[in-house]
């Protein structure tokens, strides 16, 4: 079928094609890969109002059915030929990869780690829903009451429906809804404007394993319609900048996933084997194309901070784009050619500011921007800063970037600010007491461990058992 697909609004299960479309083009050339209806807020409005059945639909479900659900999404979305559109496309394996590595610039070889990394969280909700409930029987759940550890315990919903304002940026971030569904908890979802494809894909794998339609929302739509989402759900996911952020940060129902300045620190007691740890910074700041929030955006230690700069440099600095099908392609290109503008100039700015100095550049041979096959990418960044009140130290962006900072050991957690990881490589039991206390980090790795590496049977970002439940006491006639 040579027609251009069309992807329909799917209103709470329900297609429906709408006058006003946007266009889903290659980041490359331009080539229009897909229309998508777009919806107002007023309609989102309407719809919200039907909540109450979209949940019932999936109350009817036990959580261990939900479970067996999940699973079989999870094949599907890897393996299956699915419904692509409002006009009979489908769409396999192979096209996803490709469509959304045209639209998105992520390679062909990320978009299939991001797959596998969703098919994992759906293969293994049991274990995921296990750690976010710490050890809970998900019968308790389907019942609404039980006893754990000889004690009586209630839990009840916190919302009708989990409101979704989706980035463009990395398909596994996707992977943090999902356990709502076996939670029994239907999903109101904006895309983002250049990544479409993985949620429409999800939710189509959902509902022919058998998860009911009404189940799930799909609305392309503008700030205002976002804004509706997140209104008229009580309880909402929102990613976004740091300014986008703030808006929100005063809000208990809207759980915020912006920057996550994560780190890599290193002890006193381990500073000098810092050689053996460079293929493991460089991984964690540079896996994904440095897209994700969990990406190390800062390494530091309390000396050989210039030795280190220049490692990670050498190691970096020299990676150049490969074509989206290069099985050794390590940057992703930009969708939006302006915000790599912004980011080079960003950065090219702030180095005019005495107290740092971008390592990379004696080993990249070029400029940081670079156009190649007709996508704008941005090659690796290290840059070395004197202190944290440089500000190039606590940076991150959407490319392989990170500030290399000498911090004395004792000064380090007073230092670094809030981040989503930190690996701390030490053994120091004092200092790990500290870290272990510190409640500006989110996740903490003890040890060499990627910032990359996710735990399934820990809470990712944010705890999505104890975002969608409360406990409440309760006593029951026996």
């Given at each position: 079928m040579n027609t251009v697909p069309h992807i329909p609004v799917l209103r709470l299960g329900r297609p429906y094609e709408s006058l006003d479309h946007i266009q889903v083009a290659d980041h490359r050339n331009g080539q229009l890969m897909a229309t998508v209806s777009t919806i107002n807020a007023g309609?989102?409005?309407?719809d919200m109002q039907k909540l109450g059945a979209s949940r019932a639909s999936l109350k009817r479900f036990s959580v261990?059915?939900?479970f067996d659900l999940c699973a079989k999404a999870g094949d599907l979305f890897l393996n299956g030929i699915l419904p692509f559109g409002s006009k009979g496309h489908t769409q396999s394996p192979a096209e996803y990869v490709s469509t959304l590595s045209a639209t998105s610039g992520l390679p062909w070889v990320m978009v299939r780690r991001n797959m596998q990394k969703i098919h994992h969280a759906l293969q293994e909700m049991p274990t995921v829903l296990n750690g976010l409930t710490r050890g809970l029987d998900p019968a308790i759940l389907d019942s609404g009451y039980g006893v754990v550890s000889g004690s009586p315990c209630s839990f009840y919903p916190t919302t009708q429906a989990l409101g979704l304002v989706m980035p463009s940026n990395s398909p596994a971030v996707n992977s943090l809804w999902l356990p709502a569904i076996a939670l029994k908890t239907p999903v109101v979802l904006k895309p983002g404007k250049e990544e479409p494809w993985t949620p429409f894909r999800l939710i189509q794998s959902f509902i022919a394993a058998g998860v009911p339609a009404e189940a799930f929302g799909f609305y392309p739509t503008d700030h205002e319609g976002a804004a509706e989402i997140l209104k008229s759900c009580g309880r909402a996911l929102i990613f976004g900048d740091k300014q986008t952020m703030a808006q929100y940060a005063n809000n208990p129902a809207i759980q915020l996933h912006g920057p996550g300045y994560s780190k890599i620190l290193i002890g006193d007691d381990e500073i000098e084997n810092w050689p053996k740890y460079?293929?493991?910074?460089?991984?964690?700041i540079a896996d994904n194309g440095g897209r994700s929030c969990i990406n190390a955006s800062a390494v530091v230690v309390p000396r050989y901070a210039a030795e280190i700069a220049d490692a990670l440099a050498k190691k970096l600095g020299p990676i150049v784009p490969l074509s989206n099908e290069d099985e050794n392609a390590k940057l992703s290109g930009f969708a939006n050619p302006k915000m790599a503008d912004s980011i080079d100039g960003a950065i090219e700015q702030d180095l005019k500011i005495p107290?740092?100095?971008d390592a990379t550049a004696p080993y990249r041979n070029g400029p940081r921007k670079v156009v190649f096959h007709g996508g704008t990418y941005l090659r690796p960044t290290i840059v070395?800063?004197?202190?944290?009140?440089?500000?190039l130290a606590n940076r991150e962006f959407l490319c392989p970037y990170a500030s290399v900072v000498t911090v004395p050991q004792s000064a380090m957690l007073s230092q670094i600010g809030p981040s989503l990881v930190v690996t701390a490589i030490t053994r120091d039991p004092t200092f790990t007491a500290e870290l272990l206390e510190s409640s500006l980090i989110e996740r903490l790795n003890l040890g060499p461990i990627s910032t990359m590496k996710i735990s399934w049977d820990q809470p990712h970002?944010?705890?999505m058992f104890e975002f969608l439940y409360r406990r409440r006491s309760i006593e029951r006639v026996a």
């Open positions: 309609i989102i409005r309407k261990a059915q939900l460079i293929d493991l910074m460089a991984a964690s107290g740092a100095i070395l800063c004197d202190s944290f009140e440089h500000p970002e944010g705890n």
